[in-house]
């Protein structure tokens, strides 16, 4: 499942608006509602009036939703994963630090990993009830 986490966007001027609906489709305001968005197709919405013309009046006050990387958000129990240094010793483990470093996650072992990605919903079904995979 994603992370997602809102941050003020930094908005000065309505094009910094335009740039930001570019990159991230939609912004919000500080209630996290949906306020603008943008579709290739149909071009730019104001969303909380749809009937009107797309203005960018309200562009203080924008607010972006970013994902934001599992391993900066690990639970107090940690995240399983598949852990390891090299693709030869790959083996599955209890994520519980991740720290800015060439070895940043940390298990509940104690021992240091160069990668660790999660592990999907089917492989945790399939560890926990092998004979329904």
């Not at 240091?112 to 592990?119: F, G, I, M």
Request: charged content about 30%.
């Amino acid at each position: 499942m994603k992370k997602y986490e809102f941050e003020p966007a930094g908005c000065e001027s309505p094009e910094d608006l335009i740039r930001l609906l570019l990159e991230y489709r939609e912004v919000y305001n500080s209630d996290e509602q949906v306020i603008y968005t943008y579709d290739p197709t149909s071009g730019f919405t104001y969303n909380l009036n749809p009937k009107k013309t797309c203005v960018f009046a309200k562009f203080r006050g924008a607010w972006i939703k970013k994902e934001v990387e599992w391993y900066r958000k690990i639970p107090e129990h940690g995240v399983l994963c598949w852990i390891y240094s090299n693709k030869s010793n790959m083996r599955i483990g209890r994520v519980m630090h991740y720290k800015e470093s060439d070895i940043p996650f940390a298990t509940d072992t104690g021992a240091v990993w160069e990668h660790a990605d999660p592990l999907t919903n089917e492989e945790i079904k399939q560890f926990l009830d092998p004979e329904d995979s």
